[in-house]
């Protein structure tokens, strides 16, 4: 009997392994695709809880390196997990996930034949743009202007989004059109925008490739549900889930 309770006991020690919580910071660009992830994950891992704290990948890095209790962060681009990994706050070096793009979006119709030369009309007065400070998608659009040789003249037009969620909340209530991340159209709540009509994705030579990178952090390094997850989003199925909310992804 003593052994049965032993071997009790050690199964009950086994699952508890993967039976916690485990939160990851996500960038918000990620926070159309993340509940899908999150489904998926959870068939092959049904006792495991997954907590997501979205916000932008600087603000999320700085609170990284201030003691957020995070396991893996998802990251907008590269910069941002190559310097966690680079200070020791993660312990795996960055790899891409997925490659996110820009996108012109209006509730209104817009004549997008004209492109970025569009953002020049007097009818557009403001412009929501995410913040280059604090969100890799704001570097990427200030690239994109700038490369179109429009950025100054528009500067005074700017609404800045701390985040590109924020950036696709102003876009809709707040200002005539929006630079947002592709993926935010993908969401159910934004698909019955028509692409064409109110939406067109920018030219990507304009901005250098919005590689995004994830890494565990020292806070998950003996986490096994952490590394399930991490192993995770770079498997097949997570980049099928990637591919059908507008972001490119290798091995498909």
């Keep these: 009997m003593k052994s049965q309770g032993f071997f009790l006991l050690f199964l009950l020690l086994q699952s508890s392994l993967f039976s916690g919580t485990i939160k990851i910071a996500v960038a918000a660009n990620v926070s159309y695709a993340i509940e899908d992830l999150k489904k998926e994950f959870y068939k092959l891992h049904p006792d495991t809880s997954v907590s997501i704290i979205l916000g932008s990948s ?15 962060f998802m990251s907008a681009n590269m910069k941002y997990p190559d310097a966690l990994y680079k200070s020791k706050k993660a312990v795996s070096k960055p790899v891409v996930y997925a490659k996110g793009s820009l996108a012109l979006f209006s509730v209104k119709a817009q004549d997008f034949s004209k492109t970025l030369e569009l953002l020049k009309d007097k009818k557009i007065r403001k412009i929501a743009v995410a913040n280059p400070k604090t969100a890799p998608y704001g570097i990427a659009t200030k690239e994109a202007l700038q490369n179109a040789n429009i950025y100054e003249s528009l500067k005074h037009k700017f609404i800045f989004g701390e985040s590109i969620s924020q950036t696709i909340s102003y876009a809709v209530s707040a ?64 980049k099928e889930i990637f591919k059908s909310y507008a972001y490119s992804v290798s091995g498909l």
């Design 175 to 238: 200002t005539d059109i929006g630079i947002v991340a592709a993926s935010s159209l993908m969401s159910p709540k934004m698909k019955h925008y028509k692409k064409g009509l109110h939406w067109k994705e920018i030219d990507a030579k304009l901005y250098t490739p919005i590689s995004q990178g994830i890494v565990i952090l020292k806070e998950g390094e003996k986490n096994l549900e952490a590394r399930a997850f991490y192993a995770f989003i770079l498997s097949a199925k997570a």
């Design 58 to 72: 600087g603000k999320l890095t700085a609170q990284i390196n201030h003691g957020a209790p995070y396991h893996v």
